[in-house]
């Protein structure tokens, strides 16, 4: 199993092969899930101070809040192995 990582923003990156989900925030049940894992110490805020704009969900049930739009990350998510010749992760 590679080790890929997915850059976050602001110079944070995370194991690709970790991420369950990445949704927008606005929804009553993700607002949830954030204040269950906030309670439960799984909350991981990588926004630097910024507004929120999208949640990954991860296997360990730890959530990460990043800056980055769902769509900006789940582009580098799936085109974070195409530009490598050896097939090693950039």
Partial sequence: ???????????????????????????????????????????V?????????AVIICDSDHIILSAVQPETMANRFQTKGTNDKKGESI
């Fill in 1 to 43: 199993m590679d080790l890929r990582l997915v850059n976050i923003g602001f110079g944070n990156v995370i194991s690709a092969n970790r991420i369950v989900a990445i949704v927008k925030p606005e929804s009553a049940p993700i607002k949830r899930i954030i204040n269950e894992a906030r309670d439960h110490d799984k909350l």
């Fill in 45 to 53: 805020d990588a926004t630097y101070g910024r507004r929120t704009r």
